[in-house]
């Protein structure tokens, strides 16, 4: 369930640049890449291949010139103007429409360019991203205030400290991070003063929890107790493939459609049984025979899927994986995806991290935990005591429920957690 606080991390202090990075539940685990079409649940997160947040400069350059293709698509058309409102009003200062249009402004461009998407779903995720704007809007302005109350002030060497801070945990210069910012249409002027916001506000809660976050050994204790399958790591084993799939776009094909599949399957097999003798007969190197001739997208790191468990491929393959020793080569293995040829490259025994080992961790999860439940106090608190006033409806008497739908960010580095 989204938290106030997350609210608060990803929509208010910084939804300009750097995302929400959600903390990893203890221990943390190691991320494995996987070829999504040697799972079989292709669609879960599982199936997923591990990437790193941040993009290429390519990737970047790529992003620049869809952006200008979306602008330019979306300038043909002219939408009438929206007549301005106010949304909600917080202690009799206004918050409008058009500031919460602007607060959505990049995610909203990405929607627009979507073609692919019914003009219903879009407005759903576009009330439901003005729905997390305005609660954003509403915390910001009480939050804001409260700075002020205390009379904060944070230095623009504190935000370069900050910023520099975060680009370098990413591996990031600061014309990375601009570059990216140019590819999402925001500027980094924007950055630093949400990042100047964020820093206020992070001293705000700093001196609420003043005394009040004690977590103890015991406590980690009783956790990892509690949880213990968190830190138990099942037997994995890595593997490389070359994947030979049956060629059915052949125009000179047999017409008969189960002929034509059974010729292209015995070609492909075929093939694969070819390459398995080069590699087993002649000593061809593995690696290379995959980035030439393998149709999985591991073909160009030679076939690599990294190390999984048990659970995450196709029967036929995994089976064929875990029986085998580091560097030994499978025969030719049939899946539902066409022809492989396997060659494990590692094992790890199942294991379990003691608790010497996570106690740290857990500590400092617990202590995050505990920061979070205050934060979202006294943000609740505030909210309490300051009449909010919906001049177009009426308050409502609980808290929204949460969307239905999560908006798809673009992939963007970490952002800076009010708790840290």
Known sequence: MRTLLALLT???VTISV???KKKESVPQQQPQEQLESLDDAADSDQAKPAMDSRPSREEMEKMMEE?????VELSAVEPEPEVDAVVVTVDGHPIMKSHLMEMIAPQLTRLEGNAQMPPQLKDQYKQQMLKQAEEGAIVEYLLDKQVADHNIVITDQQVEEEIGKKTAEQNMSID???ALLAAQGQSYENVQ????KGLGYQRIFDEQMVGKVDVNEQAAKDFYEKNIDQFSTPEQVSASHILITPDTSNPNADPNAAKAEAKAKAEAKAKAEELLAKIK???ANFEELAKEFSKCPSSTKGGDLGYFEKGRMVPAF?????????NEISDVVETQFGYHIIKTTGKKAAQITSFEEANDQIIEQLTMQEKGKLAQEYVESLKKSAEIVYPQQEKPAVE?????????EMPQPAQPDVNE
């Open 67 to 71: 952006k200008k293709a979306q602008q």
């Open 10 to 12: 990803c929509v208010i």
């Open 281 to 283: 007969g002649e000593g």
């Open 176 to 178: 990375d991070l601009k």
């Open 18 to 20: 750097f995302g929400c």
């Open 193 to 196: 003063q949400r990042i100047k």
């Open 318 to 326: 995994e089976e064929a994986a875990f029986a085998m020793e580091p």
């Open 400 to 408: 929204p429920n949460e969307p239905t739908v999560e908006i798809e």
